[in-house]
Every structure is written in structure tokens, then in C-alpha cells.
């Protein structure tokens, strides 16, 4: 059955419906569960699906396992150290992501959330986006869409959009000494940092840590001036 833990209250009534989903030669059980009012928070230790008519309105912890997100998630998102999430198809989490084990975006998958930071890649992390949007965050500090701090972003497709900082890094926020983004493709557009850096920015001590290839990376403001110019990087383009 699924294995679910709460966190502050000893009992806790679950609906669970048990499927069965065939993946090429493979299988995986899905499970399909009514969120709970008594939930503080889910843990996930048994291979999981939220399917596309589901919503989850509590936060989740992936915990040396993988939840596979069609539906929605409307909470915090952590992922622990060999555990990953995999939003595609039209999978939505409406609230921040963080990565200590593994995150893929595809599809249409969606993160978003008013007043929080998309996605955090710690120490650890690793995230992978092939499509998808991370759009309409924002965040008092640094890194409105995503942080990358000490971890590693591939990007190779999808839209980072319409996010905002009050620091730097309005799409992307790539710092400390082991931090990595690279663009192979996909587009970083019509986000907003106060302080500098709309689309992406870098601390001094990750400079080089961002590959860029054949991304676009255009149309980002800040406060500072109307909109950024930056520079070509490697056989990509940066533009207005």
C-alpha cells in the first residue's frame, strides 16, 4: 500500500484507490488518494502517481522514491537524496520545489506560485528540464524562477517566463563553487530582477559555471535599466 507518514497527528483517515499503469515492459502502481484535512505532510516512499484528475493540497516529501506528477499539487515539494519527481504531461505544482535528489520537467509540466521561488537546486541536486514552464514566481531575494545553489540545472527546452526577484537572477540565480546551469535549449524571457541580472546572474565565485549553446535568453528587465543587454555566449545568442 502506500506509504504515507504524518507528521504532528497520530491518526489520519486516507482514501486509497489502487491502479495498476504499464510502462513499456515495466511497472509501476499508481495510486490514486483523496487529500486529507488532518495532513500536515506527505511522505512518498513507494513509487507514486498523481494522476491527471487528482489535486494535492498539502506538502510533500519524495524519500528515496519517485512520484510522478499528471495532476496538480497545490504545497512544498522537497525531493531528499534519492528520491525524484517527474512533473509531465500537464502536471502542476503550485509552490516552491526544492532538490536535493532529482527533478525532471517535460511536457507541458508546470511551476508556479505567487510570492514563492519556483525551484531550488541545493547541494546534491540535480534538475533536468526538457519542457515545461517555470513561470509567474517571484521572491523577496535572489532567484525568483530558479536558484541554482551548489547544484545542477540542464536545460535543453522549455520556457522560463514571468518571473520576479527583488535581488538578482529574475529567471535564474546560479551561485557557489560547485553550481552549474547549462542552456543547450528552451527560452529565459519577460523576467524582471530588481537589482540586476533579469534573466540570469551569477556570483562572482560561479562565474563559468553557465554554458549557454543554442537558448535564448531575451526581453528580461530590471530596475536598474529597461531591459538587459548581454553578451554572446559560446554558439548561443543572447538578445533583447
Known sequence: ??????????????????????FGVGSVMAYGFRNDTDYDEIVISTPTIIQADETVS???IVDDSTLYVYGQINGVVTINPGGSLII??????YGTVYVN???YLADNGVVTGSGTRGVVVNPGGIFNMTGGYIRGNSYTDYGGGVW???????M?????ENNISDGMGGGVWVSGIYARFTLYSGYIRYNHASLGGGGVALTDSTRGAFSMYVGRIYRN???L????RLPMLQTGHMTR
Open 88 to 93: 509531465s504531461g500537464y502536471g502542476q505544482v
Open 221 to 223: 528587465t530590471t530596475s
Open 156 to 160: 535543453d527546452g522549455g520556457y522560463i
Open 148 to 154: 541554482v545553489n551548489n547544484g545542477i540545472f540542464t
Open 101 to 103: 535528489g532529482s527533478l
Open 1 to 22: 500500500m502506500l506509504n504515507i507518514r504524518k507528521t504532528r497527528k497520530i491518526m489520519v483517515t486516507l482514501s486509497i484507490a489502487l491502479t495498476l499503469a504499464i
Open 58 to 60: 498539502d506538502n510533500i
Open 225 to 228: 535599466n529597461a531591459t538587459e
